[in-house]
């Protein structure tokens, strides 16, 4: 239990563009909700996790699996806002911090969770996301950075974002200095003040051009913490994606967690 009071909030919205009621998708007899609920809430430093959906059906299925969930706005352009709503909702306090848990993160590891709130323990931190490191000389890692699907990072000494990008940066002018490569993973949490504020402020031209929501951050000054992980993510946004998860519980049942 951290010495903060700390809460996880998942947002499930049910009409995804590419996989329609994704967090109904069945993984293993349980829908994917369940699976991400069931990781988060075994990080020590959540005081408590909630569902927070656009959807009745959702609603439905996580009360008959005693998940604990919040109905939310079906109008939310992203995940921020609706974590923001369901925060507002449950009336959680100002000084708290707020974890943003993507809902569609069945493999998700919940050591991520406990390495994304603990820079909070520092009272000047506002905000935090994740980065793992990724080694150029590795043919998989290599073709993450060069990819625009994955979203690097850099940071300053003090471990604060200067600039998310799906470019490859930084950019090696010169051999002899080989640079430090870190993949973004989209974990996010706020302390509930500073989610209020971004959740209010307008769309901004570099979040607009690369399509990336945390520079909206970095475009009004907000800082924003980068802890590192040695974990990666499974993340599920294609169909494909879904059975590839499949495919890993099924291999590794052991990741199959069970009710508690």
């Known amino acids: 239990m951290s010495t903060f ?8 919205r049910y009409a995804s563009s590419r996989l329609p009621g994704k967090p109904l998708a069945d993984i293993g007899g349980r829908p994917m909700f369940w699976h991400v609920w069931q990781r988060a809430r075994r990080c020590a430093a959540l005081d408590g996790v909630w569902l927070a959906t656009d959807d009745e059906r959702v609603v439905a299925a996580a009360a008959e699996l005693d998940v604990p969930c919040v109905s939310t706005s079906p109008d939310h352009p992203s995940g921020t806002d609706r974590v923001r709503e369901a925060a507002v909702r449950l009336n959680l306090p100002m000084d708290a ?16 969770l406990d390495e994304l709130t603990a820079p909070f323990a520092d009272g000047k931190v506002g905000a935090c996301t994740l980065a793992t490191p990724l080694n150029p000389a590795d043919p998989a890692d290599a073709a993450l950075i060069a990819s625009p699907h994955q979203v690097k990072v850099v940071m300053d000494e003090a471990g604060d974002a200067l600039y998310f990008s799906r470019a490859p940066i930084p950019f090696a002018r010169d051999a ?8 973004h993973v989209g974990l996010y949490a706020f302390r509930r003040d500073v989610l209020e504020r971004v959740a209010t402020l307008p769309p901004s031209p570099l979040e607009q051009l690369e399509k990336l929501e945390q520079l909206r951050l970095l475009e009004h000054r907000i800082p924003l913490r980068v802890a590192l992980t040695r974990w990666r993510t499974h993340g599920v946004d294609t169909p494909e994606d879904l059975e590839a998860v499949r495919a890993i519980i099924t291999a590794e049942p052991a990741r199959a967690l069970q009710s508690a």
């Open 176 to 183: 002899s200095l080989p640079p430090r490569f870190a993949g």
């Open 5 to 12: 009071s700390c809460y996880g909030i998942i947002p499930a």
């Open 97 to 112: 911090v707020i974890v943003n848990i993507q809902g569609d993160e069945p493999l998700l590891e919940p050591a991520m």
